[in-house]
């Protein structure tokens, strides 16, 4: 789950945030594989089977630790033919080119680029059917790459998964940072795009949050931009026509339909809870502190440039009386 290039989260937030989530097999896993145990990781991926949301969601943070490149390097070493050693290779290198040293535009920076894509491309020759390591490459284009590139990256996830979740939250934040041209349609196209993606998804996909999470990207850029205040409580953004549109068939979806078993139901939660807070709706958002519970994200807590750990913290409060 990288974070966009505007706005990104605070440094000392981090502490505060596994991207984990709620699971609990996978934050297991991830400790094994710190201290080399790779055979952990093929077990629970076998167990994952073809759950592409859930695979990608595990494959992700399992490649975050500085570690993982060089444990998932080994596995390679020991079963050249396994996918899922490809996947999770794949996934710790776009993870390491994305972190302090991914924005270089020196030689060695270009070369950290290359091989990652190198990387997912082996990946994904190993598994055609797997959409994780196009996810990665969605990833890696999203911050570095051209907007065709992404763009095809992104038809490559969905021919696979149609409701990649994770996907379409990458893509709504690069299409929510392009400005519209001259004479454009007033509504930014990263609206039509969440718009579109609802319309093609079943009743009870989490993708019907997607409007609502375009609204939030689309605040992170303005108010970046100076063209919205850096505090959303005190953001029109937040109150208009289009925003009690989106928060109220969001708030809707949510109460018919929760998916408590979807992996990256945390981030909905999180997405939903701040645009209640900031729409001014604190016994609605409380419902879901509730559920959010230890497991904020930096995202939308830290738009545009805010400590999203404190921001998360004095939400939450407000929502449910504490002090």
Same mark, same amino acid.
């Given at each position: 789950?990288?974070?966009?290039?505007?706005?990104?989260?605070?440094?000392?937030?981090?502490?505060?945030?596994?991207?984990?989530?709620?699971?609990?097999?996978?934050?297991?896993?991830?400790?094994?594989?710190?201290?080399?145990?790779?055979?952990?990781?093929?077990?629970?991926?076998?167990?994952?089977?073809?759950?592409?949301?859930?695979?990608?969601?595990?494959?992700?943070?399992?490649?975050?630790?500085?570690?993982?490149?060089?444990?998932?390097?080994?596995?390679?070493?020991?079963?050249?033919?396994?996918?899922?050693?490809?996947?999770?290779?794949?996934?710790?290198?776009?993870?390491?080119?994305?972190?302090?040293?991914?924005?270089?535009?020196?030689?060695?920076?270009?070369?950290?680029?290359?091989?990652?894509?190198?990387?997912?491309?082996? *990946? /994904?020759?190993? #598994?055609? +059917?797997?959409?994780?390591?196009? %996810? =990665? &490459? !969605?990833? $890696?284009?999203?911050?570095?790459?051209?907007?065709?590139?992404?763009?095809?990256?992104?038809?490559?996830?969905?021919?696979?998964?149609?409701?990649?979740?994770?996907?379409?939250?990458?893509?709504?934040?690069?299409?929510?940072?392009?400005?519209?041209?001259?004479?454009?349609?007033?509504?930014?196209?990263?609206?039509?795009?969440? *718009? /579109?993606?609802? #319309?093609? +998804?079943?009743?009870?996909?989490? %993708? =019907? &949050? !997607?409007? $609502?999470?375009?609204?939030?990207?689309?605040?992170?850029?303005?108010?970046?931009?100076?063209?919205?205040?850096?505090?959303?409580?005190?953001?029109?953004?937040?109150?208009?026509?289009?925003?009690?549109?989106?928060?109220?068939?969001?708030?809707?979806?949510?109460?018919?339909?929760?998916?408590?078993?979807?992996?990256?139901?945390?981030?909905?939660?999180?997405?939903? +809870?701040?645009?209640?807070?900031?729409?001014?709706?604190?016994?609605?958002?409380?419902?879901?502190?509730?559920?959010?519970?230890?497991?904020?994200?930096?995202?939308?807590?830290?738009?545009?440039?805010?400590?999203?750990?404190?921001?998360?913290?004095?939400?939450?409060?407000?929502?449910?009386?504490?002090?």
């Amino acid at each position: 789950m990288p974070p966009p290039p505007l706005g990104r989260p605070r440094r000392r937030a981090g502490r505060a945030f596994d991207p984990a989530l709620d699971d609990a097999e996978l934050v297991a896993v991830r400790a094994q594989l710190a201290q080399g145990r790779w055979t952990r990781v093929r077990s629970l991926l076998v167990a994952t089977g073809d759950d592409w949301d859930r695979r990608g969601h595990r494959l992700t943070v399992l490649g975050e630790p500085a570690t993982s490149a060089a444990w998932a390097r080994e596995w390679l070493l020991a079963e050249p033919d396994s996918a899922d050693a490809a996947a999770l290779y794949a996934c710790a290198l776009v993870s390491r080119c994305l972190g302090d040293k991914g924005d270089r535009g020196d030689r060695r920076g270009q070369a950290d680029k290359d091989r990652a894509r190198d990387a997912c491309l082996e *990946a /994904a020759r190993l #598994a055609p +059917a797997d959409p994780t390591p196009w %996810l =990665a &490459l !969605l990833a $890696l284009s999203r911050r570095l790459g051209s907007d065709n590139e992404t763009e095809q990256i992104f038809a490559e996830v969905c021919s696979r998964h149609p409701e990649h979740h994770h996907a379409h939250h990458l893509m709504a934040a690069r299409l929510a940072e392009r400005r519209p041209g001259d004479g454009a349609d007033p509504m930014h196209e990263v609206y039509a795009f969440a *718009a /579109a993606s609802v #319309a093609r +998804a079943p009743a009870d996909s989490p %993708l =019907a &949050l !997607l409007p $609502l999470v375009a609204h939030a990207e689309r605040y992170r850029v303005l108010a970046a931009q100076g063209a919205a205040p850096r505090d959303p409580v005190d953001s029109e953004h937040w109150t208009g026509r289009r925003a009690r549109q989106v928060i109220k068939s969001a708030f809707d979806w949510w109460l018919e339909w929760e998916r408590e078993d979807h992996p990256r139901a945390g981030v909905d939660l999180n997405f939903l +809870a701040h645009a209640k807070h900031c729409e001014g709706r604190p016994a609605e958002a409380a419902a879901l502190f509730h559920r959010i519970g230890r497991h904020f994200t930096p995202a939308p807590w830290s738009y545009p440039d805010r400590d999203p750990y404190r921001a998360f913290q004095a939400a939450r409060s407000a929502a449910l009386g504490t002090a």
